[in-house]
Structure formats: structure tokens, C-alpha cells
């Protein structure tokens, strides 16, 4: 990491803080899925379960989740194998975030962050809010990194959205 104003650094991706990632940003999606299948179970019982539909239902709302969330981030990191593990570049100035990865560059600016946490292996930033219904998670991988820039950067990332969020309207 250099210190010029600014903050620089590279680090790979792992394959299982990928998959854990995609299966974060997956996991509200699935639980309304889920929970809305156990409803309509319950309800077809509750209705003496004409065509013996719940059972199958009961056991669908149960296994299909657990069966989304775990194959298919695995899926997508195996089909994406070529992109992760290789060397992303992250720079975090004035401006905001920016990832370099191969030949293409974001930019992840602040007013766009809305929250910065740890998991593990990884720190993550919820950005995007809830325009267009989604909300979205950018992980930056630690591991390359030691405790003391570990600490650093994420002292940095919080202090530049709390100095963001807590600023004067203009």
C-alpha cells in the first residue's frame, strides 16, 4: 500500500469468498421464495391439501433454496473461473473506489457507498441503495494484505463515508 493522499494496492480474488459473495447478494431473494412457498404449504393444508400438493410444496420450499444457494454461486464461479484469482488493482482517493481488473476499470464513488463492514477474508461495501430495487455488494479481498493495512483501509474506507454521510448540504 502507498501513501500519497491516496491508498493503492493489489489483490486476488478467492473462488470461496466469490461464491460466499454471490450467495450474500442472493440470499434475501431466496428466503422471500422460500418463506412465500411454506405460506402457500401451509395454506393448502390448512384447505384439507386438495391434489396433495403440500407435501411436495413443504419439502420444495425446504430443498430448493438450500439447493439455489449453494450450487448455483459454485456454478458461477466455475464459469467464471478465467476472471477470478487474477490480480485486481484497487485505488481509493478522492473521488471514491476505483477497481482495475484486466483492461476494464469502475469506479465506485462515495456518495454511492452506504455502508462498509468486514467478513471474512474480505471487506465489503453495500453501495447502489435501493434504486432500480437492488442493492449491491463490492467485496475487497484482504488476504494479500497484512493486519496493519488491513486495519488501515478500513479506518479509511469508514472515515471517508462518515465524513461523506455527515457533511453539510451544499
Do not use: C
Not at 91 to 116: E, N
Not at 133 to 140: D, E, N
Amino acid at each position: 500500500m502507498e501513501d500519497a493522499g491516496e491508498l493503492t494496492f493489489q489483490a486476488r480474488a478467492e473462488p470461496n469468498l466469490t461464491a460466499a459473495l454471490i450467495r450474500r447478494g442472493m440470499l434475501p431473494t431466496v428466503t422471500v421464495v422460500g418463506g412465500a412457498m411454506l405460506a402457500l404449504a401451509a395454506l393448502l393444508y390448512q384447505a384439507g391439501d386438495p391434489g396433495d400438493w403440500a407435501t411436495p410444496l413443504l419439502v420444495g420450499s425446504i430443498v430448493a433454496p438450500l439447493f439455489v444457494l449453494f450450487t448455483v454461486p459454485q456454478q458461477a464461479v466455475k464459469r467464471n473461473a478465467h476472471k477470478i484469482g487474477g490480480p485486481v488493482a484497487y485505488r481509493i482517493d478522492a473521488v471514491g473506489v476505483h477497481i482495475i481488473h484486466g483492461f476494464s476499470t469502475s469506479t465506485l464513488p462515495w456518495s454511492a457507498i452506504r455502508a462498509v463492514r468486514r467478513a471474512r477474508g474480505q471487506i465489503m461495501l453495500s453501495h447502489g441503495g435501493l434504486s432500480g430495487g437492488k442493492r449491491r455488494t463490492a467485496g475487497i479481498p484482504t488476504a494479500d494484505l497484512t493486519a496493519a493495512e488491513q486495519a488501515r483501509l478500513l479506518a479509511v474506507l469508514r472515515s471517508r463515508g462518515e465524513a461523506l454521510a455527515n457533511a453539510p448540504a451544499a
